[in-house]
């Protein structure tokens, strides 16, 4: 594989690396201001608890099919940037129309195609932004990516938040949750439009005939090794947000009613950190390797279940575990998508990009979903006891993927 882009010169913070993480910012502040607040107004509209599950999953496991249609669609068309936008505009025109239904059946539609297209646009944008910088700076740029990305999705709920405290909201009457939704779509439409003005597409192969089964076959060996690491650990990584769960049953006998505002701080940490350290740790790894430090993040998840296993909660050691669990996220999403595309293929860049994000979509379910099982039927940390097994087998993987024999343009 060679980096063709490399001999254009330049530095790596270029108008394509800007317009993406623009791109990337403007969307999560969107859907994520959407996202925030759809909990309450299903509870407007009288939706049972399980509905904001069936929406959640519907979505997300279509989503997760979308990523490998959109990364296969990007390795045969000429111009992927239009694909994208596409992609990104369904997302946002889609979050703008939750509130016209009264009905939860019918959001779970809208959601589902909402999020189809954010399926479809995630492996093009990630090609995009491959082919844009050399090899040797991957782990800045996807870094810097992910901080964009993050930094929207911290913006655009605190948005949700001060708009439904400024406006006149109530339970009872459902559609005055729509300005929200109609305010969230105006920067997903944004988003696309970023795409199509600030990004400017390089030359890249294309495969003509080649179906996806075919296109799954082309990614080497040591690709699919990485992704078989990739998505055991995956399948212990569960969402952090039981972490907040967690932190509140265990801090209510001390603090009552209190423990809800100290767990909410505790995530607000937890994100900044990820935020904050999406880019050094992409920049600190393209000088020191790609490998040990996505290996670090995946110790860091293994550790932060030791913690949760075999501490006694209390504020200081839920405090130690959301920061494992920031500054590991904030290692492991850069670094993941920065190793792919050192690993994949040019001529496969965005099926490898589609397969990543769908092995991760399905490692995500089965995580979350085991953990919450476990914790239901026995205890929380019999949940985080399976957590740990798997992300410890995961990085173990991970280690004999990686090995330096086998890794390419410093992973």
């Given amino acids: 594989m060679s ?39 299903l509870a407007s509209i009288g939706a049972p608890a399980v509905a904001l599950g069936a929406i959640e999953g519907v979505a997300d496991g279509l989503s997760s099919g979308a990523k490998l249609f959109g990364g296969w669609l990007g390795d045969r ?116 439009l970023s795409i199509v003005a600030l990004v400017s597409e390089r030359a890249h192969p294309r495969l003509r005939g080649t179906t996806l089964i075919g296109s799954l076959r082309m990614l080497p060996a040591p690709y699919m090794r990485y992704l078989a690491g990739v998505f055991v650990f ?85 405090l130690f575990a959301f920061i494992l669990a920031g500054a590991g996220y904030a290692l492991q999403q850069s670094l993941e998508r920065a190793i792919a595309a050192d690993l994949a293929p040019v001529e496969v860049r965005s099926t490898g990009f589609g397969v990543l994000a769908a092995v991760n979509g399905i490692g995500d379910f089965v995580s979350s979903a085991v953990v919450g099982a476990l914790w239901t039927a026995f205890s929380p940390a019999a949940g985080f006891s399976y957590a740990l097994v798997v992300t410890l087998a995961g990085g173990a993987l991970m280690v004999i993927a990686l090995r330096p024999a086998k890794a390419a343009h410093g992973a």
């Fill in 3 to 41: 980096d063709h882009h490399e001999a254009a010169g330049g530095g790596w913070l270029n108008s394509n690396v800007v317009g993406l993480a623009i791109n990337r910012f403007l969307s999560d502040f969107g859907h994520e201001a959407g996202t925030a607040i759809l909990p309450l107004f």
């Fill in 77 to 192: 068309v000429e111009h992927r940037r239009p694909w994208a936008a596409a992609g990104y505009l369904l997302t946002g025109v889609t979050t703008g129309l939750y509130g016209l239904f009264g009905s939860w059946p019918w959001v779970l539609i809208v959601r589902a195609v909402g999020w189809a297209g954010r399926g479809l646009r995630s492996p093009l944008h990630d090609a995009l932004l491959a082919d844009s910088v050399p090899g040797s700076a991957h782990g800045r740029a996807f870094g810097f990516d992910e901080a964009a990305d993050t930094a929207g999705a911290i913006a655009g709920p605190l948005a949700a938040l001060a708009i439904l405290n400024l406006a006149p909201m109530s339970s009872g009457h459902a559609k005055s949750f729509a300005l929200i939704f109609w305010l969230a779509a105006i920067p997903g439409v944004l988003a696309a």
């Fill in 234 to 318: 995956g399948c212990g990584d569960f969402s952090h947000t039981l972490l907040i769960m967690y932190a509140v049953q265990s801090l209510t006998p001390g603090f009552g009613h209190g423990a809800g505002a100290i767990a909410i701080q505790l995530y607000a940490l937890h994100n900044l950190l990820y935020a904050a350290g999406a880019y050094p740790a992409g920049a600190l790894a393209d000088r020191f390797g790609k490998r040990g430090f996505l290996i670090a993040a995946y110790g860091f998840a293994a550790l932060m279940n030791v913690l949760l296993v075999f501490s006694t909660p209390s504020v200081a050691t839920l």
